[in-house]
T-cell receptor
Framework: KNEVEQSPQNLTAQEGEFITINCSYS?????LHWLQQHPGGGIVSLFM???GKKKHGRLIATINIQEKHSSLHITASHPRDSAVYIC??????????FGKGTKLTVNP | NAGVTQTPKFRILKIGQSMTLQCTQD?????MYWYRQDPGMGLKLIYY???????DKGEVPNGYNVSRSTTEDFPLRLELAAPSQTSVYFC????????????FGSGTQLSVL
């Protein structure tokens, strides 16, 4: 069983919809990262969380350490949000364990 | 700042050939990483470095070597390329191993035929 599970694997939405991507993990962590991989392949770090909630523009990330769960929300989704969203967890060391990603397609 | 620069972007190798993937960063980051991304799989750590002169193996180091002679550069060497090394390779860096964001290079798509 992968230590990091993301759901759904694929998600299609209409422009303007509220999007939620989930990440569950099985080990104790010190931090959780949300990354965005563009259709061209480049990877950008969106958030790094160790507790609570963070917001940047239309993106919101939350984490519940006790439940070992994190969510990434996108409000008022737009076609340019179409990408693969990757969750990664960091344990006691500097190494990260990555989920397989959630492919989001936002249609106009 | 250019961030993390990876070269080449694409490469096709024949079985048994060798090559070096270059990675350089201009952010004075101590920690640097090499990952590979296979279709449908999460990124896997190949090697990492916590500073100049210090490297260590990740999850999938076999068939690869690294060096870290300067803070800026962290090249990945493939010796005797095999089809199993066909993948997309990403270099990444961050200031320390703690709670900082990762910065990624643009990736190298490698095919071994």
């Amino acid at each position: 069983k992968n230590e990091v599970e993301q759901s759904p694997q694929n998600l299609t939405a209409q422009e303007g919809e509220f999007i939620t991507i989930n990440c569950s993990y099985s080990v104790g962590i010190s931090a959780l990262h949300w990354l965005q991989q563009h259709p061209g392949g480049g990877i950008v770090s969106l958030f790094m969380l160790s507790s609570g909630k963070k917001k940047h523009g239309r993106l919101i990330a939350t984490i519940n350490i006790q439940e070992k769960h994190s969510s990434l929300h996108i409000t008022a989704s737009h076609p340019r949000d179409s990408a693969v969203y990757i969750c990664a967890v960091q344990g006691g060391s500097e190494k990260l364990v990555f989920g397989k990603g959630t492919k989001l397609t936002v249609n106009p | 700042n250019a961030g993390v620069t990876q070269t080449p972007k694409f490469r096709i190798l024949k079985i048994g050939q060798s090559m070096t993937l270059q990675c350089t960063q201009d952010m004075n980051h101590n920690y640097m990483y090499w990952y590979r991304q296979d279709p449908g799989m999460g990124l896997k750590l190949i090697y990492y470095s916590v500073g100049a002169g210090i490297t260590d193996k990740g999850e999938v180091p076999n068939g690869y070597n690294v060096s870290r002679s300067t803070t800026e550069d962290f090249p990945l060497r493939l010796e005797l390329a095999a089809p199993s090394q066909t993948s997309v390779y990403f270099c990444a860096s961050r200031e320390t191993g703690g709670h900082e964001k990762l910065f990624f290079g643009s990736g190298t798509q490698l095919s071994v035929l």
